[in-house]
């Protein structure tokens, strides 16, 4: 039996977020797709609703096309965005809520926490809008290729074929390290090491290939290309601090892995994502655009 339009809305409000912020890597969209969507529903006929047997499909359905048809629209104001642009990160109360299906198979939960890593939405973005699209209806939210050629208005096996297409764009780029168990205590060391200024201790935390990549956009300062090479990542991490007096750095979890935020005068000022493997941070993800902080206010 379907749901009173009240009670569809706040059941489903959290995974068509969810949904579209996968989709999108930007938070302030995925909710304005989903109110979007839901305005929608709304707005039909009283008996048209009534004779939707699947509403919580038909809002997937209208979701799946409204994020499609936004990340094509997106592609062209990446090529004006100035430097670096990186997905919005989320603080751990919203994240946490974001996560998708029960922890009654770890390998499936596994992928499903990963798809809210920075990392994982990071390398999203080489897909094309609709490998993008049938990779993450199917193998994050179990979609079948039926379900998602209808949102595609594909055949399934074209939708089949964008997934597998989507997996062999990841397999290129080599999928991102699986969080370990020294992640936080790595984050910790680096915290103290940018503390104190000392390059030393940072060439030592981070991987020779490290790269750091910061997002300004345009707003307020930031590298504007990928930095590469411990060195050069230190002596970057170490100025900022230096030209910011009274920056202080807080452990923070970030899309579901610890971080750090860095804060000044009490307010949110760069947010950074971590890759850690071998015990040494290889990449990290610098969000400063204030665009993309407003969830963190003080944090």
Same mark, same amino acid.
């Given at each position: 039996m379907p749901l009173p339009d009240t009670d569809l809305f706040v059941h489903e409000r959290r995974r068509l977020t969810g949904l579209a912020y996968r989709l999108t890597g930007s938070w302030t969209d995925a909710e304005d797709v989903t109110q979007d969507a839901f305005a929608r529903w709304f707005a039909l006929d009283t008996d048209v609703r009534s004779?939707?047997?699947?509403?919580?499909?038909?809002?997937?359905?209208?979701?799946?096309?409204?994020?499609?048809?936004?990340?094509?629209?997106?592609?062209?104001?990446?090529?004006?965005?100035?430097? !670096?642009?990186?997905? !919005?990160?989320?603080?751990?109360?919203?994240?946490s809520a974001l996560v998708v299906g029960d922890a009654s198979d770890p390998a499936e939960q596994a992928v499903r926490d990963e798809s809210l890593s920075i990392a994982f939405l990071t390398m999203l973005e080489s897909m094309t809008p609709a490998e993008r699209v049938a990779f993450? #209806?199917?193998?994050?939210?179990?979609?079948?290729f039926t379900e998602i050629a209808g949102i595609l208005e594909r055949s399934p096996a074209a939708a089949r074929?964008?997934?597998?297409?989507?997996?062999?764009?990841?397999?290129?780029?080599?999928?991102?390290?699986?969080?370990?168990?020294?992640?936080?205590?790595?984050v910790r060391r680096l915290r103290l090491a940018w503390e104190s200024g000392d390059i030393g201790e940072l060439v030592g935390i981070l991987d020779p290939?490290?790269? #750091?990549?910061?997002?300004?956009?345009?707003?307020?300062?930031?590298?504007?290309?990928?930095?590469?090479?411990?060195?050069?990542?230190?002596?970057?991490?170490?100025?900022?601090?230096?030209?910011?007096?009274?920056?202080?750095?807080?452990?923070?979890?970030?899309?579901?892995?610890?971080? #750090?935020?860095?804060?000044?005068?009490?307010?949110?000022?760069?947010?950074?994502?971590?890759?850690?493997?071998?015990?040494?941070?290889?990449?990290?993800?610098?969000?400063?655009?204030?665009?993309?902080?407003?969830?963190?206010?003080?944090?």
């Open positions: 004779a939707i047997r699947s509403p919580e499909a038909w809002l997937t359905t209208v979701v799946g096309r409204l994020c499609l048809d936004l990340l094509r629209s997106v592609r062209a104001r990446r090529e004006r965005y100035v430097g !670096e642009w990186l997905p !919005e990160p989320l603080p751990h109360e919203v994240a993450v #209806l199917h193998d994050v939210f179990a979609f079948s074929q964008l997934a597998s297409s989507a997996r062999r764009r990841l397999r290129a780029d080599g999928p991102p390290v699986a969080a370990t168990a020294d992640h936080t205590d790595v290939d490290v790269t #750091l990549v910061a997002d300004g956009g345009g707003l307020v300062g930031a590298a504007l290309r990928p930095i590469h090479g411990a060195e050069a990542v230190a002596r970057y991490v170490a100025a900022v601090s230096a030209q910011a007096p009274g920056l202080e750095l807080r452990e923070q979890s970030v899309n579901g892995l610890p971080g #750090l935020v860095a804060e000044r005068a009490g307010v949110a000022a760069t947010v950074a994502a971590f890759e850690v493997a071998g015990g040494r941070v290889v990449r990290i993800w610098a969000v400063r655009n204030p665009g993309k902080l407003r969830l963190w206010g003080a944090a």
